[in-house]
């Protein structure tokens, strides 16, 4: 009969109450949710993309606002062919783990151990600059704020720890109405600035700060540098790829559906944004000048004024950008938990916690990101070079994967026109990487081609620990017969109790050649002990005809537990020889941690020091005594107190 659950307050209250298996379908998503829990990382870079781009281009002057649009323009046809080669990935590849799946079937093993790396350091800095830049937001808006930043962003770290730990449903939920409202928020601006331009209206409500004067001409390399700033805008249209399982059936159609939302969403937000900066004046300011504002900001108040709406909407934009980091809680566990399932991470990324969540990535990427935002004391400018590398390798990957998936597919409807595609797309976004990362190497690009080959280096150890592993432990023959022999237990004792009844009857049922043993170090009384052994155990197993076992006394000079015994059982293991000798281990547990850590971990060190002998002959065999108490009353059982003996 199953043991009902036995409820936990604070983890149910924190964390809510467990999810069997079989509702796992409940935890599935829609195109609603999936916009919130995987689009907040692509959504969120329309407000700081274009500013990227603009900010290089700040030494033209005006002259920088006119290049913006045909620069934006160029950076959506980019995505958009991104888009349509994940949107291909997500039917030919339902399972998830996206640009590292397609890159392992289709490249080989380095090319996707290359890919998953570059993707999980896009996940772990989508975290740390999504949440310093939404708090370095706040702090701007309310400078008393300042000294708290890296407290603050550890505050919104660990609340959007939480609420993943609490699934897949309750995330959506949380996540869902601020997305809607930052896009309804911007869909206004957009709108009333474009109806404004199209009726000849375009004047601002207020004026912008001025511009920088021109101090450098154009040329061709300052423009290919606005455009790879510009391309930090392309983010987060991966996660998609990554975490199709999530969606409920069909999850092919819904995965679909949900990134053409997100992506033509962001295509609307960045042509409009680029093109209204034109029309207002609009530009990027020094970060580091007293009229410093945000690019979204100038645009907001020169379109709305500084209303409430202006308000209203900065708000919205500020809890966009701290909650982007949420899409990385949806593609970082599974891309993990691929990469378990093929023994790249251990097995426990791959299984799901109490709300059928990953939790093992979850806490993962936290803790990784924790050590980031400590580091960077909640300041990730640093950061930001690093920001769109890992995106743009994982990209052209991808792609690259794809092309070869269409030259071994070339029976499927349109093949070529997909193989061109994908070809296009790659190419362009290996280039775009080439530029970004010689643009922003001396600034701290650098470390990305340092941390891609250590985690290829970490998984590729890991996978081949597990690979020896396998090949010494794999069995391919028939089970190997031999005589059976009785077995020898030995029960260490250290004085006459519960414990040493309930492992001592165990030890009797177990085996006919019983011995007790105990390690004379001074801190019992042997005497007494004899004279219990006689009067407790021999007298009355002599009355029931039975032979009684020994009790032997081993000494202990120097008042050590485990080498006078393993002394003892080598002996032992002389005297029979081809005899299996079980060591039926008494434990006193309680089941309250506070009280557990008054009793000390002897059995425990123990048991590890006789499993990590090397003698295959030992055999270690747990027996538990569980402590009364007042709250947990134990009940009794055929061993006397709740003893469940199991094979250590």
């Known amino acids: 009969m199953p043991r009902s659950r036995e409820g936990n307050g604070i983890a149910d209250l924190l964390l809510g109450r467990p999810l069997t298996s079989a509702q796992a379908m409940q935890e599935k998503t829609g195109v609603l949710t999936g916009v919130a829990l995987l689009g907040l990382d692509a959504l969120s870079s329309a407000a700081y993309g274009p500013e990227a781009a603009l900010t290089v281009l700040r030494p033209l002057g005006a002259g920088g606002l006119w290049l913006l649009f045909p620069i934006t323009a160029a950076i959506v046809g980019l995505l958009m062919i991104v888009a349509s080669s994940y949107a291909q990935t997500i039917a030919a590849y339902p399972s998830g783990g996206g640009a590292y799946t397609v890159a392992k079937q289709n490249l080989g093993r380095g090319a996707g151990l290359l890919a998953a790396t570059a993707l999980m350091l896009d996940y772990l800095l989508n975290v740390a600059v999504g949440i310093s830049a939404g708090t370095g937001a706040l702090v ?38 601020p997305t809607w409202f930052f896009i309804a928020s911007l869909s206004v601006v957009l709108a009333v600035g474009l109806f404004k331009l ?35 805008a392309m983010t987060g249209v991966e996660a998609i790829s990554n975490a199709v399982p999530i969606f409920r059936d069909p999850s092919i159609r819904r995965a679909r559906v949900t990134l053409g939302v997100i992506v033509g969403t962001l295509v609307t937000m960045l042509l409009g944004i680029a093109l209204l900066c034109r029309a207002y004046g609009v530009g990027a300011t020094d970060p580091d000048g007293a009229n410093y504002q945000t690019v979204l900001s100038q645009l907001i108040a020169a379109v709305m004024g500084r209303g409430a709406f202006y308000f209203v909407a900065m708000a919205a934009i500020l809890c966009v950008l701290a909650l982007s980091a949420n899409t990385s809680y949806a593609g970082f566990p599974l891309v993990c938990q691929v990469l378990a399932r093929e023994r790249y991470l251990p097995p426990g990324f791959a299984h799901r916690g109490r709300r059928l969540a990953l939790s093992r990535g979850i806490l993962t990427l936290s803790g990784l990101a924790a050590v980031l935002l400590i580091i960077c004391r909640g300041i990730t400018d640093r950061l930001i070079p690093l920001f769109a590398i890992g995106a743009l390798m994982a990209f052209t990957l991808s792609q690259a994967g794809m092309v070869v998936h269409w030259s071994r597919h070339r029976g499927e409807e349109g093949w070529r026109w997909r193989r061109t595609l994908n070809g296009a797309g790659a190419v362009m976004t290996a280039l775009t990487l080439c530029i970004v990362g010689v643009s922003k190497f001396v600034h701290g690009g650098w470390a990305a081609f340092v941390i891609v080959p250590v985690g290829l280096l970490v998984l590729s150890r890991v996978h081949a620990s597990y690979t020896r592993t396998r090949q010494a432990t794999e069995l391919k023959r028939p089970v190997r017969l031999t005589p059976p022999s009785p077995l020898v237990a030995v029960v260490p004792v250290d004085r006459w109790s519960h414990a040493s009844e309930t492992a001592l009857r165990f030890a009797l049922q177990l085996s006919g050649d019983v011995r007790a043993v105990h390690i004379c170090s001074g801190d019992t009384d042997e005497a007494a002990l004899d004279s219990q052994w006689q009067h407790f155990v021999q007298g009355p197993l002599m009355e029931a005809g039975r032979t009684p076992p020994p009790l032997v006394h081993v000494g202990s000079p120097y008042r050590a537990l485990v080498w006078p015994l393993m002394d003892y059982l080598d002996a032992m293991l002389a005297e029979v020889p081809g005899r299996t000798v079980a060591i039926v281990m008494p434990e006193l547990l309680e089941k309250r941690w506070y009280r557990a850590m008054l009793y000390g971990r002897r059995s425990e060190l123990l048991r590890s020091a006789l499993l990590l002998s090397g003698e295959r002959r030992l055999v270690v065999v747990s027996v538990p005594w569980y402590l009364r108490t007042p709250a947990h009353p134990a009940p009794h059982s055929a061993w006397g107190n709740s003893a469940h003996p199991g094979q250590g």
């Open 198 to 232: 199209a009726t000849g209206d375009a004047t601002p409500v207020q004026q912008p700060p001025p511009l920088a004067v021109p101090t450098a001409s154009l040329g061709a390399w300052l423009v290919i540098r606005a455009f790879a700033s510009g391309c930090t």
């Open 140 to 177: 701007s808006a309310f400078p008393a704020l300042r000294p708290y930043t890296l407290p603050i962003t550890l505050g919104i770290l660990a609340l959007l720890t939480l609420v993943n730990l609490r699934g897949v449903s309750e995330a959506g939920a949380v996540f869902v109405v």
